[in-house]
C-alpha cells in the first residue's frame, strides 16, 4: 500500500494555489452561498485506513452523489426490473437535459441523469408516502456510513424545491409517457430532499467502501449488494457517472465516479479503496474542477485504475 497520508497531502498542497477556480452552482440558491475556497480529500482503504486533508470534515451538499445510493437501494426493492423504466447508456447531454425523452418515449438514458434519478425515486416511492421513502434512503445513507449524525440540509431541499423547474418539466414529461407511476409533486418532494443530503469527504468516503470491496462493508462483513451488481453499479459510475464529461473522466482517473453540482465527488478503486473529494467550483460539464484534478492526481500516484 502506497504512503497515502503523504500522497493526499502533497496534492492538497499542490492544488491549493488552484482554490477558487470554476464556478459555483448558483442556479440553486442555497449553493450559490458556498465558500469557493474550499478543498477536502478522504481515502478510505479496504483495510480499514483513513486518510484526509483540508477541509474533509466540513459537510456540503452531496447531490447528484446521492443517486448513486438510490440506485442501489432500488435495485434492492425491484432487482432488475427496475431496467424496464430507465436505460444503462451514456447520455452524451447535459445532466438536466430533456431533449432525449422525447426520442426515447419517456425512458431516460441511465439512472444518473436527472431524469433517471427522479425514475429511482419514483420506484423507492412505491407503497411509501414520501416521508418514509426519504426516510429509507437517509437510514441507507447512515447505514453504509456507518454514521448515524448524516442529515438532510432544510435550507438546500427547500432552495430546490423553489427553483427546480426543469426537474419539474422533466417528472412531467415523463408522467406523461407512463414512466412515472406517482403525482409529480410526491416523486419530486424525493429527489429533492435526497439531493440536499449533507455529508463530509470523511463521511463519504466510507459510504462508498462496499462497492470498492464487491458489495460487502469491510467494517463489518455485512453484504449490501451482491459482487455482481456492486461491479454493474461501478460500471454505471464510469459511463455516466460525470454526465458528457464522463468519458474525459474515464481517461484521464480511469476510476468509477460520481460527481454532484455540490462540488463533490465520489470515486472507487475497485478492491482498494473508496475516496471523495470536494471543491465547489464547477467546470462546464457541472463536475468538480479541483476535484477532478485531485483525483487524477492520486489515481497517477497510487496506481489505481480499472484499467491496469
Known sequence: MPDLQRIIDNIHAELLPQLGTGKVADYIPELAKVNPHRFGIAVATVGGGSYFAGDAGEPFSIQSISKVFSLTLALGKHGDALWSRVGREPSGSSFNSIVQLEHESGVPRNPFINAGAIVVCDAILAGHRPREAIGEIL???????????IAIDPA?????????????????????????????????????????????????????????????????????????????????????????????????????????????????????????????????????????????????????????
Open 139 to 149: 437510514r441507507f445513507v447512515r447505514s453504509v456510513a456507518d454514521d448515524d449524525t
Open 156 to 308: 438546500v431541499a427547500q432552495s430546490e424545491q423553489k427553483t427546480g423547474f426543469r426537474n419539474v418539466a422533466l417528472a412531467s414529461y415523463m408522467r406523461s409517457f407512463g414512466n412515472l407511476l406517482h403525482p409529480v409533486e410526491l416523486t419530486l418532494g424525493v429527489y429533492f430532499h435526497q439531493c440536499a443530503i449533507s455529508m463530509t469527504c470523511r463521511q463519504l468516503a466510507r459510504a462508498g467502501l462496499f462497492l470498492a470491496n464487491g458489495g460487502h462493508m469491510p467494517q463489518t462483513g455485512l453484504t449490501v449488494v451482491s459482487r455482481d451488481r456492486a461491479r454493474r453499479i461501478c460500471a454505471l459510475m464510469l459511463m455516466c457517472g460525470h454526465y458528457d464529461g464522463s468519458g474525459d473522466f474515464a481517461f484521464r482517473v480511469g476510476l468509477p465516479g460520481k460527481s454532484g453540482v455540490g462540488g463533490g465527488i465520489l470515486a472507487v478503486a475497485p478492491g482498494q479503496a473508496s475516496v471523495a473529494v470536494w471543491s465547489p467550483g464547477l467546470d462546464e460539464h457541472g463536475n468538480s474542477q479541483l476535484g477532478t484534478r485531485a483525483l487524477q492526481l492520486l489515481a497517477e500516484r497510487t496506481g489505481w485504475s480499472i484499467f491496469g
